[in-house]
């Protein structure tokens, strides 16, 4: 008899979970994410002020290439109205699977790591990595060899970003890795002298260093790109690891954008070009995420 309603027991939970699910692409009753984003013609976006990919301008509207690339994308899906939600890069992908936001549009790079907590889009855009150092580079730093070659080298870097684990790769010491915010706190950390350099995608700490517009800082012109798996980087919008649905939508109106080579319309105006930033059209999400083209 114990065994029976052991058995029943189990039974009974097995049924709630396949019941209940967790599949949030549902989001209400049989209305699924996306069925309700049509309806209300809304939608949430999390974002990192980081220019040139998504960052809020001056009259507090959400700017940028892979801002562009999403919009278009959404209003081709029907929906109009794009809603940003500022948040520190570190803080996207857990804000997206609290349900802060809907997906996540900011350039983020494609990484087999991400891959298990989120769901990206195909990719939209690609790019390489920058240093930003005291004016004069006194410390002579040119590549990533150079700051893991010296183990008193500290260097500012976004959290959550990729170049945390380049570095790592590329022989830097955790210990010398000053993880901050955003943008401007590298930038600052540099400035005060606790960091000797900071780093960050290419196009995004170059344009903010012009914006600065200060002379304290300058850009390594003749910074070495590490050769390692994962540079370039391919940025994509993410979503909920299980909105399946909204993804392959935003993906089949992506695809049309490719087609017609309206990528590179979108892009150019944030200072990107076609030769470095549009991505090979034979390059897909799964092949980043599986590692084979990582």
Do not use: W
Not at 45 to 59: C, L, R
Not at 138 to 158: F, G, H, T
Not at 232 to 239: D, H
């Amino acid at each position: 008899m114990k065994k029976l309603l052991l058995a029943l027991s189990i039974f009974s939970v097995m049924f709630l979970v396949a019941a209940c699910g967790s599949d949030e692409s549902k989001d209400s009753g049989s209305e699924s994410v996306l069925e309700k984003l049509k309806k209300d013609g809304k939608v949430k976006v999390g974002f990192a002020n980081e220019k040139p990919y998504a960052y809020e301008d001056e009259d507090g509207e959400l700017k940028g290439a892979a801002v562009e690339i999403a919009i278009q994308v959404l209003n081709n899906l029907g929906i109009d109205e794009v809603e940003g939600h500022l948040s520190d890069f570190g803080n996207l992908i857990p804000g997206l699977a609290a349900g802060k936001f809907d997906l996540i549009t900011a350039g983020m790079a494609i990484t087999p790591d991400r891959c298990e907590n989120v769901n990206f889009g195909e990719p939209e855009i690609q790019y390489g990595e920058g240093l930003i150092v005291a004016t004069g580079n006194p410390m002579e730093l040119r590549s990533y060899k150079d700051v893991a070659a010296n183990p008193d080298i500290k260097i500012a870097v976004m959290s959550g970003a990729t170049e945390i684990d380049f570095l790592i790769r590329e022989g830097v010491d955790e210990s010398q890795i000053m993880k901050v915010p955003d943008i401007p706190a590298s930038f600052s950390a540099v400035e005060s002298g606790r960091a000797h350099a900071t780093t960050g995608t290419e196009m995004t700490i170059k344009m903010a260093l012009e914006s600065a517009n200060q002379d304290k800082l300058e850009f390594v012109n003749d910074f070495t790109q590490p050769e390692i798996e994962g540079n370039p980087s391919f940025g994509a919008a993410a979503f909920r690891i299980d909105n399946d649905e909204f993804r392959e939508a935003y993906n089949a109106e992506l695809a049309k954008l490719k087609e017609e080579n309206k990528i590179e319309d979108l892009i150019t105006p944030s200072g990107f070009s076609a030769e470095m930033n549009i991505v090979d059209p034979n390059l897909t999400t799964e092949s980043i995420c599986s590692g084979e083209n990582y």
